[in-house]
Nanobody, 126 residues
Framework: QVQLVESGGGLVQPGNSLTLSCVAS????????MGWFRQAPGNERQFVAG????????AYADSVTGRFTISRDSAKNTIYLQMNTVKPEDTAVYYC???????????????????WGQGTQVTVSS
């Protein structure tokens, strides 16, 4: 099993920045890809960004490309989501997820991820 714990959410004004963290514990060696997803009320959970532990290669949703950056610290089993120039439409619960499978491309489908954190609320409002 793998446990994921997110932190760093909160209230942020439009145009400002926020950094989310996700610490993985347990059988972390079994995870190959880490992802950030978000879910706003009434909406489906959607892919935000993903990163491969081994290569560090990344993928982003079009809506956050150029504003958000995903990174990893393998020594700390931690991934980050640097959110810059946030917008009200970024308001959602943000989830960290882990994929056990080796894939040529980072999956954007929630169903491909095996482990999930509890989520952290991000609210963008003035």
């Amino acid at each position: 099993q793998v446990q994921l714990v997110e932190s760093g959410g909160g209230l942020v004004q439009p145009g400002n920045s926020l950094t989310l963290s996700c610490v993985a514990s347990g059988r972390t060696f079994s995870t190959k890809i880490m992802g950030w997803f978000r879910q706003a009320p009434g909406n489906e959970r959607q892919f935000v960004a993903g990163i491969k532990w081994s290569s560090g290669s990344t993928a982003y949703a079009d809506s956050v490309t150029g504003r958000f950056t995903i990174s990893r610290d393998s020594a700390k089993n931690t991934i980050y989501l640097q959110m810059n120039t946030v917008k009200p439409e970024d308001t959602a619960v943000y989830y960290c997820a882990a994929d056990r499978w080796i894939r040529a491309a980072i999956s954007r489908a929630p169903m491909d991820y095996d482990y999930w954190g509890q989520g952290t609320q991000v609210t963008v409002s003035s």
